[in-house]
Antibody
C-alpha cells in the first residue's frame, strides 16, 4: 500500500521561501508522477506541479515563476519550494501520486495534507 | 486554460434520495474527466475517471456520465457517509490539469 506524508514548517514569513517534502512508502517508482496540490481554507483545489523520478517537471503556469520541485530517490522523497510567498500562499498542501495509463490521469494516492500559514 | 464550472455550489438532498452534480468544461475535454470526494479534514478521494469508470473500491451507487463539455456525477441513494464536497477535474489538457470549484452536498 502506497503512503505519502508531507513534512515541513507550518509557518513561513512573507517574502520568504516555503519548503515542503513528501516521503513516499510502499513504492516510489518510475511510471508515476508525483504532484503537489494545494487548498486554501474553505476553497477549492489548485494543482501546483508534478515531477517524475528522473526529475522531469511540469508546473502550473500561474505559479511557474516561483515554484521548484526536486526529487531524491535515495530517500523516497520529492520536494516543493515556493519563493516570495504572500498570504495568498496560505493553504493546506497535499502531495499525491498520479497514475498515468492510456489516456487516464489519476490522483490515486494522497498525503493527509499539511497546513502552511504565511504570516509575520 | 480550461475552466471547469460545477453546479450547484451547494446541493441539499435527503438520505436515500438521488443526487445529481454537474460539471461543465469551457471547451471540449472528450472523456478526460475525474471526480473526487473530499470530507472535512481529509484528502480528496478518487471516485470516477474517464468520465464514467469507477475507481477501485467505489460503491456502485456512484456513477459518472457525459463527454465533451457536460458531465454528471450521480449518487443513486445517498448514504450518510456521502455528504461531502465533490470536485471534478479535467486532464484533457495534460500536463496542465484544472479542478472545478466544488459542489457541497449537504443533508436536507
Amino acid at each position: 500500500q502506497v503512503q505519502l506524508q508531507e513534512s515541513g514548517p507550518g509557518l513561513v514569513k512573507p517574502l520568504e521561501t516555503l519548503s515542503l517534502s513528501c516521503t513516499v512508502s510502499g513504492g516510489f517508482t518510475s511510471g508515476y508522477y508525483w504532484n503537489w496540490i494545494r487548498q486554501p481554507a474553505g476553497k477549492g483545489l489548485e494543482w501546483i506541479g508534478r515531477i517524475d523520478t528522473s526529475g522531469s517537471t511540469d508546473y502550473n503556469p500561474s505559479l511557474k515563476s516561483r515554484v521548484t520541485m526536486s526529487v531524491d530517490t535515495s530517500k523516497n522523497q520529492f520536494s516543493l519550494k515556493v519563493t516570495s510567498v504572500t498570504a495568498a500562499d496560505t493553504a493546506v498542501y497535499f502531495c499525491t501520486r498520479e497514475d498515468v495509463w492510456g489516456s487516464y490521469r489519476l490522483f490515486d494516492y494522497w498525503g493527509q495534507g499539511t497546513l502552511v500559514t504565511v504570516s509575520s | 486554460e480550461i475552466v471547469m464550472t460545477q453546479s450547484p455550489v451547494t446541493l441539499s438532498v435527503s438520505p436515500g434520495e438521488r443526487a445529481t452534480l454537474s460539471c461543465r468544461a469551457s471547451q471540449s475535454i472528450s472523456s478526460n474527466l475525474a471526480w473526487y470526494q473530499q470530507k472535512p479534514g481529509q484528502a480528496p478521494r478518487l471516485l470516477i475517471y474517464g468520465a464514467s469508470s469507477r475507481a477501485t473500491g467505489i460503491p456502485a451507487r456512484f456513477s459518472g456520465s457525459g463527454s465533451g463539455t457536460d458531465f454528471t456525477l450521480t449518487i443513486s441513494s445517498l448514504q450518510s457517509e456521502d455528504f461531502a464536497v465533490y470536485y471534478c477535474q479535467q486532464y484533457n489538457n495534460w500536463p496542465s490539469i484544472t479542478f472545478g470549484q466544488g459542489t457541497r452536498l449537504e443533508i436536507k
